[in-house]
């Protein structure tokens, strides 16, 4: 027996890159009868068919973490693209994104892609815009900057998922990261093709080290699954001043000496950060979804 992790899904057949290579399997009986199923992703054992190098699936670790859309199991962080232009930059798109990514509890990143398009005014102005994302947690990068930034950032990461709207550049940036990346999508849908029926989870590219996920489908911002009381904690820098809160349970709303409206009103935290945080708790209100079953939804998860 070998361990491993799944790189790739296709069809029933699971992709295991193991010390000693990579493995074609399939998921023993035992574990469709446990109704486990495997992702992309997760850590697993498997029975090697060295000559062939096939095998059987025969266990899954326990996950860290796992995303819905993408499937994906284990993932280190999430690398938000934004882009500078085409379409235009604004920071209540970032904040949106932000909050719906923050609710998984995984690390985040930003890129800020088509920074060539901008002029060079624009371009501190975007930048000085950005440093308050960098003052509370969030790490940076931008196109213009030499691609080795990017890379040494990812050197401390394992299994980093891109995340963006549509057009913003995820596969401009993969194929710089990864010149292979074009190919091995090709080769991927070709075999998809020739299959009947094919489901596609998601896709691992290799990077120096780890890998990158490609995802179709991250693009949607799914805020109203959000419960209410949860949202003040997708807020990273409400999250590290909530202790100073008279309130344990402040939702930093209508209560009084609540540390976060004092600290936006000296201009600590941004205004228009704490008023995405009412826009979101207005629009999770007026969402049909009654708490209760966003309470069993998330335990279901
Ligand atoms: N000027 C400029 N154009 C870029 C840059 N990155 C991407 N583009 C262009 O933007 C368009 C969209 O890029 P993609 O990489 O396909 O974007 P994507 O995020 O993968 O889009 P989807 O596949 O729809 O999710 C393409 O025409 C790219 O050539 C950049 O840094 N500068
Ligand atoms: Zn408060």
Known sequence: ????????????????VTDQGKYRTRARGNLRNKRQKPIVGDYVEIQPEEATKTGYLMSINERKNSLKRPLLANI?????LISAREPEFSPKLLDRFLTFIEEHHVDIAIYISKMDLLSDDEVTHLKKQLTYYENIGYPVFYSDQPLSVL????KTKHLSVLAGQSGVGKSTLLNQLNPNAQQETAEIS???????HTTRQVQLFELESGYLADTPGFSSIDIQMIQIDDLRDCFVEFRSKAHLCQF???QHFNEPNCEIKHLVETGEILQSRYDMYLELREEIERSRTPEYVKKQRKRRK
């Not at 890379?151 to 990812?154: P, Q, S």
């Not at 070709?190 to 009947?196: D, F, M, S």
């Open 151 to 154: 890379k040494t950032y990812f």
């Open 248 to 250: 344990r349970s402040c």
């Open 190 to 196: 070709q075999t998809l093709n020739r299959g009947k």
């Open 1 to 16: 027996m070998i361990k491993g992790q799944i790189i790739n899904s296709i069809s029933g057949f699971y992709d295991v």
């Open 76 to 80: 280190s962080d999430v690398l938000l």
